[in-house]
């Protein structure tokens, strides 16, 4: 009987002294706010004579990291506000680029890329799968992505790809204007 007691005065004891400790949880990973004035998405277009150079700004966005590795993000694109940089492009390559024939930036002032799975392929390179959403129309893009740095402090990485406008609603200038656009992608997040 004296067995009985101390086994159940021992359970108790145990039972009560896990029942204030505290639980172990595990830390959760940073949400980082994308830098505005220092990501953007530079982009060349070319045509059968020539080709012209911009950016996009980033509006907003944001990127998750965990363990200094990135395990998320969305970020939102600022079409109504696109660039021309090349001296042979100006104002009227940038009116054209904002009106119906290309991002119709009245109706679609905003693009975004949210991402939905990273994959590492090794200690600053992922493919990052995600979903672009241009003109209201989504489709899925993969970026080969350099990862400079990832962690609760600080985040920034590139990407560069060539994208088939057609697969986002543009086909302005078949035959004369590529379908490939080349584009740099930069996000900087903090």
């Known amino acids: 009987m004296k067995k009985i007691i101390f086994a159940l005065a021992g359970i108790a004891f145990l039972a009560g002294s896990f029942s204030f400790s505290t639980p172990s949880t595990k830390k959760e990973g940073a949400t980082l706010t994308v830098s505005t004035e220092k990501s953007r998405v530079d982009w060349v277009a ?3 004579s020539d ?9 907003s ?8 590795k990135l395990t ?3 970020f939102v694109i600022d079409l109504a506000n696109l660039k021309v940089t090349d001296a ?7 009116g054209h680029l904002k009106s119906a024939d290309f991002f119709d930036v009245a109706k679609f002032a905003e693009a975004t890329y949210e991402i939905t799975a990273v994959n590492y392929t090794g200690a600053g390179t992922a493919d990052v799968s995600g979903s672009l959403t241009v003109k209201g129309i989504s489709v899925p893009v993969k970026l080969q992505v350099q990862i400079r740095n990832a962690d609760e ?4 990485a590139q990407a560069f790809l060539s ?19 080349q584009l740099a992608i930069h996000i900087f997040a903090k």
């Open 61 to 68: 966005g944001q990127v998750q990291v965990d363990g200094g």
């Open 153 to 156: 402090k600080g985040f920034f």
């Open 51 to 59: 080709f012209h150079t911009g950016s996009f700004p980033i509006k």
């Open 163 to 181: 994208l088939d406008k057609t697969l986002i609603g543009i086909a302005y200038g078949a035959g004369n204007v590529s379908n490939d656009v």
């Open 46 to 48: 070319s045509k059968k």
């Open 88 to 94: 042979g492009g100006g104002d009227r390559l940038t």
């Open 72 to 74: 998320g993000g969305q």
